[in-house]
């Protein structure tokens, strides 16, 4: 069995939020492709066609995938973080963690059913509950379930890219009315209909899931995060860069028939030298941390919250029971898109920066928070 092997400050990781808090903003970056075009979720291809097109494959194609691998890399860090935390304290393990997950799972389930068809949380939550019996086994334990997992996503990607190869998805966006002018219900009906459709992505990227999951906890133990640890951050970065970069660049240009490829396979590549870069860049930083910073760190210690309201907010600016701007201003795509993406960005850094100077934690890691706590006081 291995235990903690690389001690660190008990404190909080400043770095860490910071990266989470890049990774948040990056999956709405994802997302907000989605929320902005009048199919909703099944708006599966851009119109490539022109300049505008071109631009909104190329913006596209910098989000999708990394930032989803990104926050699943910290959810792994998080885990090892927990791990530690129990140890410490010589806590049972997993014992409550199991608690945590399942609250994860419920969490993630309101969040699918009452706000975006996508949600992550629930895939995080099955995760962590197989990994959390990994965490404290033998590295060469770990190295076997990573490989075990690595070796299962890369054929369900490769099959499904055969398959997509030799008989090609549509190339067509549904023309639906559920996303302009349909209410809230029928979409919460929807989901509960669709469920298969909707959820097949959740169980697909189960084993990328786990493997991501190990890798964030080795990295967090190798030092990733440390002050000391720019030699492996380096390293980091020369992988995902080096090599992440020009194969995403391949996968993107090769067409729609590559697209779990350029979704589910090479961008955790590039998100390990996203999980190298952050770091650089703010050990490299001298004085107080501005306003990018501060925002960043903020949504980061508030991840959860961000994370749903800031979909919440996109459905309501976008929807047709909302505001409706997906039907009114799709002929001004991907212009008017970024500058959605960007001004909820800069309203949640702002949100959240001002929520934490007046509360330890976000509204909904707080009631989270105290739902965890709540079995165990009187036992306490």
């Not at 975006?116 to 019996?133: C, G």
């Not at 030699?231 to 660049?249: E, H, Y």
Request: glycine content about 10%.
């Amino acid at each position: 069995m291995s235990a903690v092997r690389t001690e660190r400050p008990t404190g909080r990781i400043a770095a860490i939020d910071v990266v989470r808090g890049v990774a948040i903003l990056g999956t709405l970056g994802t997302n907000i492709w989605i929320f902005t075009h009048p199919s909703g979720p099944f708006s599966l291809f851009p119109d490539t066609t022109g300049v505008a097109g071109a631009v909104e494959t190329g913006l596209r194609a910098v989000a999708n995938g990394k930032f989803l691998a990104l926050l699943t890399l910290l959810f792994g860090v998080g885990l090892e973080l927990q791990y530690r935390s129990a140890v410490r304290r010589g806590m049972r393990w997993p014992g409550r963690y199991l608690w945590r997950a399942a609250l994860l799972f419920v969490e993630g389930l309101l969040h699918y059913v009452l706000v975006f068809e996508y949600d992550v949380l629930m895939s995080y939550a099955v995760t962590s509950m197989l990994v959390a019996y990994l965490i404290g086994r033998s590295d060469r334990a770990q190295r076997s379930w990573m490989v075990m997992a690595g070796a299962l996503h890369v054929l369900l990607v490769a099959g499904g890219t055969a398959g997509q190869l030799t008989n090609p998805w549509p190339q067509t966006n549904p023309s639906t009315a559920l996303y302009t002018s349909g209410s809230w219900l029928d979409q919460v009906h929807a989901r509960l209909t669709d469920w298969a459709q909707f959820r097949a992505e959740a169980m697909f990227i189960l084993p990328m899931s786990v493997l991501l999951f190990l890798a964030g906890a080795r990295l967090l133990r190798a030092g990733a995060f440390a002050a000391d640890g720019q030699p492996l951050r380096n390293r980091l970065m020369a992988w995902g860069f080096g090599l992440g970069l020009p194969l995403n660049a391949l996968t993107t240009a090769a067409g729609p028939g590559w697209a779990l490829v350029d979704r589910y396979l090479v961008p955790p590549i590039v998100a390990i030298g996203l999980l190298g870069l952050v770091p650089t860049i703010l050990f490299g930083l001298r004085g107080d941390p501005g306003p990018l910073h501060r925002g960043l760190t903020s949504v980061g210690r508030t991840a959860l919250s961000c994370y749903v309201f800031q979909n919440l907010v996109a459905s309501i600016v976008c929807y047709g029971w909302g505001f409706g701007l997906a039907a009114r201003f799709d002929e001004f795509r991907p212009w008017w898109v970024f500058g959605l993406w960007a001004a909820i960005c800069a309203t949640f850094m702002v949100l959240a920066t001002w929520w934490l100077r007046h509360f330890e934690r976000g509204p909904l890691e707080a009631a989270w928070n105290w739902a965890y706590q709540r079995p165990f006081r009187d036992r306490s």
